[in-house]
């Protein structure tokens, strides 16, 4: 989930006229993409949040981490901005809005579906991920994905399709596909070939009937 999450805030920024460096230390902006399974990882970003903090830069603080623990991980982390996974459709206004006024906040509500009218695919990359749902219904025991990500709900049908030619049309060998199945999430593997007979057909093979399902 975090991986398309990070890469689809990537290119959203990168449309918007920001520019991406390797180097942390040219960077104004950092933006830290977090897990909220693990404690380890929690600490991980919140120590690098107060250490980019510590370098004068703007830090913003993304991903599950930041939807769980909003105002208190504001707090904690020094960030300027905490985000939540649900309202990443306003991501640049929240960005654009803290420009102008340097108001530090923590915004997780709702406030929309996040998804690209044209993804782009990088040089060298040959498999991508494409979102059929968000968040979970189920509340299985010490998982956490229904507090981080919400409840359960599916992506417009056509919009999924349209992603997929997109990255068929950009040459790329694999799409995965995040599904929840049951009460897992897999990522199901479709080799080029299944995705031409997609392209094609879109309304053949079982599985992919499912992006029928609006």
């Not at 998982?143 to 068929?168: H, W």
């Given at each position: 989930m975090n991986e398309l999450d990070s890469e689809l805030i990537r290119q959203k920024l990168i449309s918007e006229g920001f520019i991406e460096v390797q180097d942390e230390k040219k960077a104004e902006l950092i933006l830290i993409n977090t897990c909220s399974v693990r404690k380890k990882a929690e600490e991980k970003a919140i120590h690098f949040s107060r250490q980019m903090k510590n370098n004068n830069k703007t830090v913003v603080m993304l991903g599950c981490l930041a939807q769980h623990k909003g105002e208190e991980l504001l707090k904690v982390s020094k960030a300027d901005l905490v985000i939540g996974t649900r309202s990443y459709e306003k991501l640049i206004d929240i960005l654009l809005d803290f420009e102008r006024k340097s108001t530090k906040r923590a915004i997780c509500e709702d406030l929309g579906i996040f998804q690209l009218k044209n993804r782009k695919v990088r040089e060298g990359e040959f498999s991508s991920f494409v979102?059929?749902?968000?968040?979970?219904?189920?509340?299985?025991?010490?998982?956490?994905?229904?507090?981080?990500?919400?409840?359960?709900?599916?992506?417009?049908?056509?919009?999924?399709?349209?992603?997929?030619?997109?990255?068929?049309?950009?040459?790329?060998?694999?799409?995965?596909?995040?599904?929840?199945?049951?009460?897992?999430?897999?990522?199901?593997?479709?080799?080029i070939n299944f995705v031409k007979d997609f392209i094609k057909n879109p309304k053949t093979g079982k599985i992919l009937k499912i992006i029928y399902l609006d």
């Open positions: 979102n059929i749902q968000h968040g979970c219904d189920n509340f299985c025991t010490f998982c956490v994905v229904p507090y981080t990500r919400g409840r359960e709900f599916s992506r417009n049908a056509m919009d999924i399709l349209n992603e997929i030619k997109q990255q068929y049309l950009n040459n790329l060998k694999k799409i995965n596909w995040q599904l929840k199945e049951g009460i897992e999430t897999n990522l199901i593997k479709f080799e």
